[in-house]
């Protein structure tokens, strides 16, 4: 029932920002914990950041102070704001929802994935 759109990757230079988004049709968007995971080539998929229905947020270790999640229930998107980003940020960023209020950090508890959204960051 639930489809993800995400937009907003792209080619950048190292220190500079990008403004990823997702968004959400179908569903109780405001009711929903949702995320971004990342994967880079050859490596495991990683989570990024969670944000809950009550805007409560967690980040990895890698992001936080850099990245901000963020959500807009009237438009039913969520956004990550990437800033002074990095060559290891270099990833395909997938957006996750799970149906339920509560964000878990590990990847099999989400319910939806979108098809995912490439960050090349160049030195």
């Known amino acids: 029932q639930v489809q993800l759109a995400e937009s907003g990757g792209g080619l950048v230079q190292a220190g500079g920002s990008l403004r990823l988004s997702c968004a959400a049709s179908?569903?109780?968007?405001?009711?929903?914990?949702m995320g971004w995971f990342r994967q880079a080539p050859g490596k495991e998929r990683e989570l990024v950041a969670v944000i809950n229905s009550g805007d409560g947020t967690a980040y990895a270790d890698s992001a936080k102070g850099r990245f901000t999640i963020s959500r807009d229930n009237a438009k039913k998107t969520m956004y990550l704001q990437m800033n002074n980003l990095k060559p290891e940020d270099t990833a395909v960023y997938y957006c996750v929802l799970r149906q339920a209020g509560d964000y878990w950090y590990n990847a099999a508890m989400y319910d939806y994935w979108g098809q995912g959204t490439q960050v090349t960051v160049s030195s």
């Open positions: 179908g569903g109780s968007f405001s009711r929903y914990a």
